[in-house]
């Protein structure tokens, strides 16, 4: 097998004046692929994603082993993790509009995180800013460049996440929940565009994302995660063969168009789940 | 109580003079008392700014908004709160950063001078799904999906009768979003509430809505019952593409 991009064992993690670990033995490796992570709301799926970033000052981390590339996570200082950060390996936060300076013009953001990478004039980071805001689908580019977070639509914040992180041409990208505010069609051509950074720059892609078509249709493999465990892991297309009572309790859970109308199906959960699975 | 709602002719514009951009050029509907009426649409289309503009926090708006027969803008504010109640898009920036969620859901009770602040917040913390010990929590402490669920329990806590709902669902894993949406059914059958719910899935319409309005650019585009969804009835172009992208995604792709 080619070398992963990321190689995390045994990862646990506690918040500061936590009684439990928030997420405890989650293993996985990642290729140049598309890896769905799916699971319960407070889980731990931002929580594994911001501790990949070292994105959790407060909270305690620890791990048999945390590799991304030639790069020992476990050991690299916040002086590493600040170059590393955003250029190598970018996260596309789950709450867009809140992770943007609210006091700064939506396209001089995206524009400055290019100019903190890459040499460029201020000129020709507005242009890059501009093509990457038409590539994510925003009409009128010009405008949407001079609004502040609180003017712009939800999905507009998602989309100008996700140029922030193209203009940066990271290898690692974790996208947690990048689409959720965004209609079909954008969402296809959202998609469709992070799919080609998989294709053609070989990439390694996490998905953070509840929407299960998203993940059966878009994903390689997929994690299901339940209360700080990974419980399960399934080829993307092999979704519905899940065996896990949980995963099979979310795709009972999920209305579909032209269902008759009824209560929809909830999960009766176990305290048997959250037991330590034997490694 | 019920409310129907009434928008004619609603017009916004943002910014001043030949910078100013007009959002939403004349959007015209009407939502029945207990009905559930959705709003889909392409993002960025204004979605969020109709709710905000019935709401009243965004308030220099032109046309008409009744609630009930009454006009929005002539029920003052703290009735207004009473009848109607707003989910968020995005729960982070709807939430006090500082406010423990004790705060959050107690401080409306006791505007409006309601007794039995435990009883009331425990309830409206089970109803969402989650346990009483979050209520001494603050919005840093808890997922995404947590946090969209105590701006779910705000907007119930005062048992209003219009709720207008941004994407209550979508930060939620599809187990939780089945208790959620279980609940909004429930409390419309028992309570005859009205709901105004914009959402990406038209899934998610077809199980909760009777009617629903396809937004493209500013503009209500058709206005469609939920039957048109499945085998895509629908007649203006980018009402029919929409719900034929839809039913594409939600298949093989
Ligand atoms: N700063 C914090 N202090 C204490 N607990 C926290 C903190 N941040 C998150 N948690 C808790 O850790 C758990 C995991 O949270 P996380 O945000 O990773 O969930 P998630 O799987 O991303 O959920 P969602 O799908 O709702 O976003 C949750 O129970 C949450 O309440
Ligand atoms: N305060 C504001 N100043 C300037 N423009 C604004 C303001 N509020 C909203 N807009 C603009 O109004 C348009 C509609 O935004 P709105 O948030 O209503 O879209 P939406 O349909 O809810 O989209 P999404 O599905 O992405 O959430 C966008 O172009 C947005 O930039
Ligand atoms: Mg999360
Ligand atoms: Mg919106």
Redesign the interface.
């Known amino acids: 097998m080619e070398k992963p991009v990321l190689d995390v064992r045994n990862l646990a993690i506690r918040y500061g004046g936590a009684s439990r670990d928030a997420v405890r033995g989650v293993s996985f490796t990642l290729g140049r692929e598309r890896l769905g992570i799916v699971g319960e709301s407070g889980s731990g799926k931002s929580t594994v994603g911001r501790a990949i970033l070292k994105l959790l000052p407060s909270a305690q981390i620890t791990a048999d082993r945390m590799q991304f590339e030639d790069i020992d996570l476990l050991k690299a200082s916040e002086r590493d993790m600040l170059k590393i950060r955003g250029r190598r390996m970018s996260m596309i936060l789950q709450d867009p509009k809140y992770s943007l300076n609210p006091i700064q013009r939506v396209g001089r953001q995206v524009a400055e995180t290019y100019m903190r990478h890459f040499p460029a004039t201020k000129a020709e980071a507005r242009q890059k800013t501009l093509a990457m805001l038409e590539a994510v689908k925003i009409r009128d580019p010009e405008r949407v460049h001079d609004l502040y977070p609180h003017e712009i639509s939800g999905g507009m914040g998602q989309r100008v996440m996700i140029a922030m992180m193209l203009l940066a041409e990271p290898d690692l990208v974790i996208a947690d929940e990048p689409t959720s505010a965004l209609d079909v069609t954008v969402r296809l051509q959202v998609l469709e565009i992070l799919n080609g950074l998989v294709r053609d720059r070989g990439i390694g892609l996490i998905m953070i994302s509840h929407d299960l078509n998203l993940v059966r249709n878009f994903c390689d493999r997929v994690l299901i995660m339940f209360d700080g465990q990974v419980v399960e892991t399934l080829n993307a297309h092999e979704l519905d063969r899940a065996q896990h009572p949980y995963t099979r309790g979310l795709l009972a859970a999920q209305p579909r168009i032209g269902d008759r109308r009824k209560m929809l199906s909830v999960l009766d959960r176990r305290p048997e789940w959250s037991q330590e699975i034997a490694q | 109580m019920t409310s129907n709602v009434d928008i004619r002719d609603l017009s916004i514009s943002?910014g001043e003079g030949p910078a100013a951009?007009k959002v939403l050029p004349g959007v015209t509907f009407s939502v029945e008392a207990g009905e559930c009426f959705g709003l889909?649409?392409?993002?960025?289309s204004g979605k969020?700014t109709v709710l905000r503009c019935i709401s009243m926090l965004t308030d220099f708006w032109q046309g008409s908004i009744t609630v009930g027969g009454r006009d929005i803008r002539q029920i003052p504010r703290l009735e207004r709160c009473r009848l109607l109640q707003m989910v968020f898009?995005?729960?982070?920036?709807s939430l006090h950063p500082r406010q423990s969620v004790r705060t959050t859901l107690s401080e409306p009770l006791k505007i409006h001078g309601l007794d039995d602040h435990e009883g009331r917040m425990r309830r409206v913390i089970r109803d969402v799904g989650l346990t009483a010990d979050f209520i001494d929590r603050f919005p840093h402490?808890?997922?995404?999906?947590?946090r969209q669920?105590i701006a779910i329990a705000r907007a119930l806590i005062l048992e209003p009768s219009l709720l207008l709902l941004?994407?209550p669902t979508?930060?939620?894993?599809?187990?939780?979003?089945?208790?959620i949406?279980?609940l909004l059914?429930r409390l419309r059958e028992e309570r005859g509430l009205t709901y105004i719910m914009v959402t990406?899935?038209?899934?998610?319409v077809?199980?909760m809505c009777d009617r629903f309005a396809v937004m493209l650019?500013g503009e209500v585009t058709e206005v469609l019952p939920r039957t048109a969804?499945?085998g895509n009835h629908a007649t203006h172009p980018y009402a029919r593409?929409?719900i034929g992208?839809?039913?594409e995604?939600?298949g093989?792709?």
């Open positions: 943002f951009v889909v649409g392409e993002s960025g969020s898009q995005d729960p982070y920036g402490q808890m997922s995404g999906g947590q669920r941004d994407e979508s930060a939620l894993d599809v187990s939780v979003q089945a208790e949406l279980n059914v990406h899935d038209l899934a998610v077809d199980h650019h969804i499945d593409e929409l992208a839809s039913l995604y939600e093989a792709l």
